[in-house]
């Protein structure tokens, strides 16, 4: 046989291996290996930004007296109003999807989307919408970064399905939902740091 075609053969023997390596079964094809890689890579971004946030917080609560247990509100709010006077002061050009960023948006979307099911979720979403009484809930006001929690709406119940999914955060902050809006709320300062707004809108 000729050089020229042990040199063709050849080629033909590799271009036959690589493509039985590219159909192998136990490798998905990159459209569907895509999302994951995206949401991987989205979550690890999104962790450092609250890993920061946290750190930011723990230096500015760290020289303010402790909250010691007590029954007078009026000194729960006082050392509440310290620690989110100062955390506005450090963030105050900080806005929505500074740390919920268009990346960690679409993660967050696509876990809120299988986590329950339509109907799981048509159901949860009609309780937040009316209050102890039965009756229409409180208009839910416009959201904003360094904002405090409205004082009218409800710390209703969070799906532990959904807290299940999303990424796990520092102690310092919670995952939330007002109206529609998946929130990053840091309960020690009782100050919105990010939000999500439509995420649980239909078609998440």
Do not use: K
Request: proline fraction near 10%; charge should be negative.
């Amino acid at each position: 046989m000729s050089t020229v075609h042990t040199t063709a053969l050849a080629v033909l023997l590799l271009s036959a291996g690589t493509g039985v390596l590219a159909q192998d079964p136990a490798l998905p094809p990159p459209p569907q290996r895509a999302p994951v890689l995206q949401d991987l890579f989205a979550t690890q971004a999104f962790q450092r930004r609250v890993a920061e946030y946290a750190t930011l917080h723990q230096i500015l609560e760290g020289p303010l007296p402790p909250l010691l247990p007590t029954r007078d509100m009026s000194q729960i709010h006082v050392t509440v109003r310290a620690l989110a006077f100062r955390i506005q002061s450090a963030r105050a050009h900080a806005q929505q999807g500074d740390i919920i960023t268009a990346d960690v948006a679409r993660m967050f979307r696509r876990r809120i989307a299988t986590c329950l099911t339509p109907e799981a979720w048509a159901a949860i979403l009609a309780e937040h919408d009316i209050d102890e009484q039965g009756q229409p809930a409180p208009s839910v006001p416009a959201l904003h970064v360094n904002m405090e929690w409205p004082a009218q709406v409800a710390f209703d119940f969070v799906p532990p399905q959904l807290l299940l999914a999303l990424p796990r955060l520092p102690p310092e902050l919670q995952y939330r939902i007002i109206g529609r809006a998946l929130v990053l709320w840091d309960h020690h300062a009782n100050l919105i740091v990010d939000f999500l707004p439509g995420a649980f809108t239909s078609g998440s």
